[in-house]
Structure formats: structure tokens, C-alpha cells
């Protein structure tokens, strides 16, 4: 069974409907190029919303994963195994962190974090037990668990999810103030994405972030910084607060720590912050393991040269001035950092799903978010001849619609 239109068939029968994927049925990737049932190539400016920043494939990541797949794979915490210092000191390191704690997806990272804030609202600021908030904002993406849609915004990811879980106060993202009104002594932490992904590559104003710092400094509250979309190089510097020169007290990691093969998130903070945490207070079986671990050695590695930063950086500056030049032929606007834009497109064109269907026929990935945006992250590893590839078919796609 090998043809797409049965494939997809057999898909929407048989699976639940959670997602509505475009009509393309990968069977092969190589950095930043992806094949199909039928041998048609696509360029993936996806990238698995940033999961795949260092390309489907890569080799060195491959050979890590090959070589510890033919060791141990799977140990449980149970047991120490050889691979699992190795990760929570280098990760801790790169993000200039004493203490990690490894978990599998995203969103089991951000209750991590979540729950580490509660705990250490107890514990050591002393907030009376069951009144722990936390602010977070307008538009959010944390995830998907009955506690994270709880405080999101978006109707089809929360509506019809209750009862929901208390403790969390919605501000409005990019206001520092709004963040400042809403913490009172309950308050343990406030949780934001430095750039927010799914709400269409939001960047807060300038300054937002250092003001959230200050605020959490003060008002001695946890700054969690969700940089599960926006960390590891994505947005030319290792985390998206880089660029701002913030350090949160916790860093939420997901998504590419995990290169594009195994699921790896983690929660890295300082000792005075995830020391609150004993034994059974918190686990997962497959956290940490030694594929894992030996994956994201290999992806702190590699993020440590700063190489795929700088790639970022560079790429993303062609991305956005070539995105830029579109503004009035079919583009309204485009956000960003680093190789990552949100570009919205002339809603009367059509949806932002129709014109990923358009960009499809034209061999470019791309996904939609909320209406009309688009949003496009390549892998790294795309040369700059694909990059201005993919913004070329991306111009044919609006011509298309134009005409
Ligand atoms: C993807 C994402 C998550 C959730 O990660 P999963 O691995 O899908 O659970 C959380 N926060 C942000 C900012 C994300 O982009």
C-alpha cells in the first residue's frame, strides 16, 4: 500500500481528527528536503515547528542515536546509566544552568515547570498552601494536557476541555505592566514564550523581556521562559532571551533537543529553583533515557559551536528581506527572528491554509496558524539556493492567488 489518496483515506478513517494535514504523504527526508509516496521532493520550511532545526537526517545526530540504539536504549531512572550525566551537565552548561531535568515532550516540560514553580512557591517564598498563580499571557502555546489548555486563549484548543485547572491569570502579551498588575503575594511565576510561535511569530516589543525579568526580581516571582519554538538557535541565538541578554530561572526546552529523532524536552534552572523537588515528587519513564540522552549530547554539541546560530542569523536575514520585498503583492506583514517569519498573508487571497495547499503544488511545506499567516522555519541546515528557492515558489504561490 504505497498510493497517497489511499493512504490519507485509510488516515481519516482510522484515525482520530485532531489534525487537518495537507495532502502530502512523506516517505523519505534529507535535510531540508522531504519526498513523497510518488518520489515528489518538497523543501520543509516546517521543520516539524522547529523539532527538525538540524535537517531530517542529519548525520551526526543519526550516528549518535545508531550507536547508543545498539548499546541500551532504556533504563528507567530507576537506575543511573551512563549517558545521563553527560546530557543534564552539558545542557545545564549551554544554557549557563547548575540543574536539568529531563522529560520527553513539551508540554511535559511545561508542567514541569509549572509544577516546580508551585512547589517552590510553597516551599521557599512561602505562599499559603493551594494559592499558587502564575501569569501567563494572551495567545499562549504550552501544549495540549488538561492543566495547559486550562490557561490558554484559543477557543478550539480549550473550549469543551473543563473542568479546567485554577491558578493562572491571562495578561496580555507585550505588556510588562499587565504583568506587573497581576502578580500579588500568591504569585510564584510568570510563564511566557520569549517570541510566541503559534499565535503567528509574535515578537514582544523591545525591552518586554528585561521588563519581565526586572518584575520577577523584584517581586520575587520565577521567570519560566517557554523556549520550546524559539531556543536552539532558531532565532540566530541559542535562546530567543539572548537577544535581550535576560536569563529566565527556568528554561523550557523541547522540540529540537530532541534532533528531529526522539522526543527530549527538559526544565533547566539553578539548584535553589528545581532542587525543590524529591524523590517521587515528579518522573517519567522514559525521561532522560540513554537514547535520548545520547541524542541530545549530540544536539548540545553541535549547538555549542554556535555554528547553527550563526546559520540562522544569516539565512534569516535573506528570509526576511526577500519576505519584506512581498509586502503589497499579497503580503500584509512579516514577523520574525532569526530563519523563523509569521507572514501574513492578503486575506483576500484566501485562508492561510489555502495558500499552504498552493505553496504544496509548488513543492514547499509550510502550515498555517490563526486565518491568514503563514509561518515558515526551514531546517538550518537549508542552503541559502533552497532558502531563495523556497521564497521564489512562496511568490509564485501569491501570484496563483492573484491571478
Ligand atoms: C510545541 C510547543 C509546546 C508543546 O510541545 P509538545 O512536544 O508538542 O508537547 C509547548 N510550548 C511551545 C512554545 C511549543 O511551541
Given at each position: 500500500?504505497?498510493?497517497?489518496?489511499?493512504?490519507?483515506?485509510?488516515?481519516e478513517r482510522r484515525s482520530a481528527h485532531n489534525y487537518h494535514p495537507l495532502p502530502v504523504v512523506i516517505r523519505e527526508?534529507?535535510?531540508?528536503?522531504?519526498?513523497?509516496?510518488?518520489?515528489?521532493?518538497?523543501?520543509?520550511?516546517?521543520?516539524?515547528?522547529?523539532?527538525?532545526?538540524?535537517?531530517?537526517?542529519?548525520?551526526?545526530?543519526l550516528r549518535a542515536a545508531r550507536e547508543q540504539?545498539?548499546?541500551?536504549?532504556?533504563?528507567?531512572?530507576?537506575?543511573?546509566?551512563?549517558?545521563?550525566?553527560?546530557?543534564?551537565?552539558?545542557?545545564?552548561?549551554?544554557?549557563?544552568?547548575?540543574?536539568v531535568l529531563p522529560m520527553n515532550t513539551g508540554a511535559e516540560a511545561v508542567e514541569t515547570a509549572i509544577k516546580v514553580a508551585r512547589r517552590w512557591g510553597y516551599d521557599v517564598k512561602g505562599v499559603p498552601e493551594g494559592q499558587a498563580t502564575i501569569v501567563v499571557a494572551e495567545g499562549n502555546?504550552?501544549?495540549?494536557?488538561?492543566?495547559?489548555?486550562?490557561?490558554?486563549?484559543?477557543?478550539?484548543?480549550?473550549?469543551?476541555?473543563g473542568p479546567y485547572t485554577p491558578g493562572f491569570r491571562v495578561v496580555p502579551y507585550g505588556s510588562a505592566e499587565a504583568i506587573a498588575e497581576a502578580i500579588d503575594d500568591t504569585t510564584v511565576?510568570?510563564?511566557?514564550?520569549?517570541?510566541?510561535?503559534?499565535?503567528?511569530?509574535?515578537?514582544?516589543?523591545?525591552g518586554y523581556l528585561r521588563a519581565v525579568r526586572e518584575i520577577c526580581t523584584e517581586r520575587r516571582v520565577l521567570f519560566a521562559a517557554d523556549e520550546i519554538q524559539s531556543g536552539l538557535a532558531r532565532t540566530g541565538a541559542t535562546f530567543a532571551c539572548d537577544h535581550e541578554g535576560v536569563v529566565p530561572d527556568m528554561y523550557i526546552l523541547g522540540k529540537a533537543l530532541g534532533g528531529g529523532v526522539v522526543p527530549v524536552s527538559a526544565v533547566v534552572a539553578d539548584a535553589d529553583v528545581l532542587g525543590v523537588l524529591g524523590p517521587g515528587q515528579h518522573g517519567s519513564t522514559f525521561?532522560?533515557?540513554?537514547?535520548?540522552?545520547?541524542?541530545?549530547?549530540?544536539?548540545?554539541?553541535?549547538?555549542?559551536?554556535?555554528?547553527?546560530?550563526a546559520a540562522a542569523r544569516r539565512l534569516g536575514k535573506i528570509l526576511h528581506d526577500r519576505l519584506r520585498a512581498l509586502i503589497g503583492r499579497g503580503v500584509v506583514a512579516v514577523r520574525g527572528r532569526g530563519l523563523w517569519a509569521g507572514v501574513d498573508?492578503?486575506?483576500a487571497l484566501g485562508t492561510g491554509r489555502r495558500f499552504c495547499e498552493v505553496l504544496l503544488e509548488h513543492g514547499v511545506l509550510a502550515k498555517d496558524t490563526?486565518?491568514?499567516?503563514?509561518?515558515?522555519?526551514?531546517?538550518?541546515?537549508?542552503s541559502e539556493d533552497d532558502l531563495l528557492l523556497a521564497v521564489d515558489r512562496f511568490a509564485a504561490a501569491l501570484r496563483d492567488l492573484r491571478s
Open positions: 500500500m504505497s498510493d497517497a489518496t489511499e493512504l490519507i483515506e485509510l488516515s527526508g534529507s535535510g531540508a528536503w522531504v519526498t513523497d509516496v510518488a518520489g515528489r521532493r518538497y523543501l520543509d520550511c516546517l521543520a516539524g515547528y522547529s523539532a527538525l532545526n538540524f535537517g531530517h537526517g542529519n548525520e551526526r545526530i540504539l545498539s548499546r541500551v536504549t532504556l533504563t528507567s531512572r530507576a537506575f543511573h546509566h551512563d549517558r545521563f550525566a553527560e546530557f543534564c551537565a552539558r545542557l545545564g552548561d549551554l544554557a549557563g544552568k547548575e540543574m502555546f504550552h501544549g495540549r494536557t488538561t492543566t495547559i489548555v486550562s490557561f490558554s486563549t484559543d477557543p478550539d484548543a480549550r473550549g469543551g476541555f511565576a510568570v510563564l511566557i514564550e520569549p517570541i510566541q510561535g503559534e499565535a503567528g511569530v509574535i515578537v514582544p516589543p523591545d525521561g532522560g533515557n540513554p537514547l535520548a540522552c545520547a541524542v541530545g549530547i549530540e544536539v548540545v554539541v553541535m549547538l555549542a559551536t554556535g555554528e547553527y546560530q498573508i492578503d486575506p490563526h486565518g491568514s499567516t503563514v509561518r515558515l522555519a526551514p531546517p538550518l541546515v537549508i
